[in-house]
T-cell receptor, first 110, second 115 residues
Framework: GEDVEQSLFLSVREGDSSVINCTYTDSSSTYLYWYKQEPGAGLQLLTYIFSNMDMKQDQRLTVLLNKKDKHLSLRIADTQTGDSAIYFCALTGGGNKLTFGTGTQLKVEL | DAGVIQSPRHEVTEMGQEVTLRCKPISGHDYLFWYRQTMMRGLELLIYFNNNVPIDDSGMPEDRFSAKMPNASFSTLKIQPSEPRDSAVYFC?????????????FGQGTRLTVV
């Protein structure tokens, strides 16, 4: 099956940039996503990228996709305390199967 | 639409009891997913449906777990008999396969504690 890996924790200072990384094994995914989970809540879609793109920018968010290395990253510029959450990368495989990574807990310190 | 609705929000049950978790997807969505989230294993896909038909149940841990979708607006995940290691947060999500981004919308989750 699909393997989607992320580092477990990331700590940054408020105002700095955060970079959350994700590696995956299945190169057939059409859509690659970043979801955010705040404490006690379900996941919400932050942004997504089509597999034929290298980069997507959406306000403070920049998604980079390196298909050769099967590597996806999410950069959050000017990180704020409200960005503290768990971030999941996710991929759609065959049949629209949505598989999530292990999640990265982002902690933003003052 | 009120979003994906799951019930109950919290469930505490004794080992050996049957547990039924419920989900109402967003109207018009044709995909429904059941996930389990734990500290140890992260977010695991248990099973998903397309047009009420189970497509992939390879993530269902054991025969004690079963899921049904009798119609487009309702799904259940049943655990019988429940065990302490089933304690987790169970999420239901739905999506529209024909949408541009196929965004999955999640419910608030059911926190299950088996004692």
């Amino acid at each position: 099956g699909e393997d989607v890996e992320q580092s477990l924790f990331l700590s940054v200072r408020e105002g700095d940039s955060s970079v959350i990384n994700c590696t995956y094994t299945d190169s057939s995914s059409t859509y690659l996503y970043w979801y955010k989970q705040e404490p006690g809540a379900g996941l919400q879609l932050l942004t997504y990228i089509f597999s034929n793109m290298d980069m997507k920018q959406d306000q403070r968010l920049t998604v980079l996709l390196n298909k050769k290395d099967k590597h996806l990253s999410l950069r959050i510029a000017d990180t704020q305390t409200g960005d503290s959450a768990i971030y999941f990368c996710a991929l759609t495989g065959g049949g629209n199967k949505l598989t999530f990574g292990t999640g990265t807990q982002l902690k933003v310190e003052l | 639409d009120a979003g994906v609705i799951q019930s109950p929000r919290h469930e505490v049950t004794e080992m050996g009891q049957e547990v039924t978790l419920r989900c109402k997807p967003i109207s018009g969505h044709d995909y429904l997913f059941w996930y389990r989230q734990t500290m140890m294993r992260g977010l695991e896909l248990l099973i998903y449906f397309n047009n009420n038909v189970p497509i992939d149940d390879s993530g269902m841990p054991e025969d004690r777990f079963s899921a049904k979708m009798p119609n487009a607006s309702f799904s259940t995940l049943k655990i019988q008999p429940s065990e302490p290691r089933d304690s987790a947060v169970y999420f239901c999500a739905s999506s529209l396969g024909a949408s541009q981004d196929r965004e999955a919308f999640f419910g608030q989750g059911t926190r299950l504690t088996v004692v």
